[in-house]
């Protein structure tokens, strides 16, 4: 069965006031380290399965991980964008984490500056391993 991760670029913001956003816990840096994660797997080296499956497994841990901290970080309304992502990735069922991405892509458009969004998307087809 093959997977697709399409995961978009971006980049920085943060839902407490109370505490000052640094570049590792604001949104827009979060959503940075979801792009260098997926960047990762796209160029991650497939002749290697075992190798490429280690690559992959680990970006998965590490985006479900980030996706759980920009839960903290982002407004409340991307809850349940963040869940849907958190699931789709975590199962590793890339083509349904396409739409909730999207959310993130708005955000870093609206909030993070032109100079650090990315309107490119990478798309990598995986086979999908239990």
Same mark, same amino acid.
Do not use: W
């Given at each position: 069965? @093959?997977?697709?991760?399409? @995961?978009?670029?971006?980049?920085?913001?943060?839902?407490?006031?109370?505490?000052?956003?640094?570049?590792?816990?604001?949104?827009?840096?979060?959503?940075?380290?979801?792009?260098?994660?997926?960047? %990762?797997? &796209?160029?991650?080296?497939?002749?290697?399965?075992? &190798?490429?499956? +280690?690559?992959?497994?680990?970006?998965?841990?590490?985006?479900?991980?980030?996706?759980?901290?920009? %839960?903290?970080?982002?407004?409340?309304?991307?809850?349940?964008?963040?869940?849907?992502?958190?699931?789709?990735?975590?199962?590793?069922?890339? +083509?349904?984490?396409? &739409?909730?991405?999207?959310?993130?892509?708005?955000?870093?458009?609206?909030?993070?500056?032109?100079?650090?969004?990315?309107?490119?998307?990478?798309?990598?087809?995986?086979?999908?391993?239990?």
């Amino acid at each position: 069965m @093959l997977g697709c991760l399409a @995961l978009v670029g971006c980049s920085s913001g943060s839902k407490h006031a109370a505490a000052p956003a640094t570049a590792k816990t604001s949104p827009c840096g979060l959503i940075a380290t979801l792009d260098d994660t997926a960047a %990762k797997v &796209a160029h991650a080296d497939v002749s290697d399965p075992d &190798a490429f499956t +280690q690559t992959r497994n680990a970006a998965v841990n590490t985006y479900v991980t980030t996706v759980r901290e920009l %839960k903290a970080a982002m407004p409340g309304t991307y809850d349940d964008d963040l869940d849907r992502l958190e699931a789709a990735v975590h199962q590793y069922n890339f +083509q349904d984490a396409v &739409a909730p991405r999207a959310a993130l892509d708005d955000y870093v458009a609206a909030h993070c500056g032109t100079g650090a969004a990315s309107t490119t998307t990478t798309t990598t087809t995986v086979a999908a391993r239990s």
